[in-house]
């Protein structure tokens, strides 16, 4: 979204797009790539593509936008489409419009994986169906308007059990580059539900594998830790799933070590850590 229009939507509490047409064609306009996705609260995805015509966003939907410095926002629509017809909305090219008050979120880290990959150059309006990216928006939203909207069902969670894989990935790759790792490089599997890197330590250049999965599956650590000598290999699933014996040279990293590193260090972590960590909180009422 430019600079000026997404100014404008703050200012104003709409977000929309331009592009005025004859009064005749305006239910067959459609939503330009300016807004890259909405949550959709169990109703069917309330945008569509521009081959099965419109569907105004309703009331409730929560709509995250992007300026084009990076910056993302977060808003929930609170009444029907419009059409505003002012020199200001002309100016900024936002003419087409719902009410929805935007709050500023953050940066790419403050958002997780599904969200932050919603927005596609040249896409319209994108619906977010992934089911963690609609709780983490719902808590993003009660923390950014200071409001109890959605009630968020955080019962026995953890900071490693809300990431997703490459937010997790981020956090236990810092740990150990905290620990004098190097990351090589790092690779995901194609269904997300593992994560891989190569290390190398700085001091003694020995080198080693994370393994980090987030699957129903155990983590074998045959699959990326070698069988030479001196090699090691750090392993963590969320859910403590191993698929055998754990030989002397892998160390599963502890969950809860994992979760007080990141609060001793709050200001290496991603934004959304942080998010999560205050929400994990105020559950366990030590807030």
Known sequence: ??????????????????RLPPREQLRDVEWTAWLAGT?????????VSSHSGVRWLAPDDL????????????????GPWAIDESEEAQDADVVHVVPCQLRHVGRDDALPTVVSRSFRFARRLQ?????????????????????????????GATLP??????????????LLQSRGWIVMGSARDRDQSAHAATLVHRETTARATLLVGTGEYPLDPRLLAKA???ERAFLFHREGLYSEQIADHVTCLDPAE????????LGLMPAIIGIWLRALDARRGYA
């Open 1 to 18: 979204m430019p600079d000026d229009a997404i100014t404008h939507c703050v200012n104003r509490g709409v977000v929309g797009f331009g």
């Open 127 to 155: 619906p977010i169906a992934d089911l963690e990216g609609v709780r983490f928006s719902q808590l993003c939203w009660n923390e950014v308007s200071a409001s109890v909207d959605y009630r968020i069902d955080l019962a």
């Open 161 to 174: 059990s809300v990431l997703d894989i490459t937010r997790l990935a981020d956090l236990l790759l810092i």
């Open 63 to 78: 709509v995250w936008a992007r300026d084009g410095s990076g910056h993302h926002y977060l808003g929930r629509v609170s």
């Open 39 to 47: 949550i959709d609260h169990g109703r069917h995805p309330r945008a």
């Open 228 to 230: 030479e000598h001196g």
């Open 258 to 265: 994992v979760e007080a590193f990141a609060r001793s260090n």
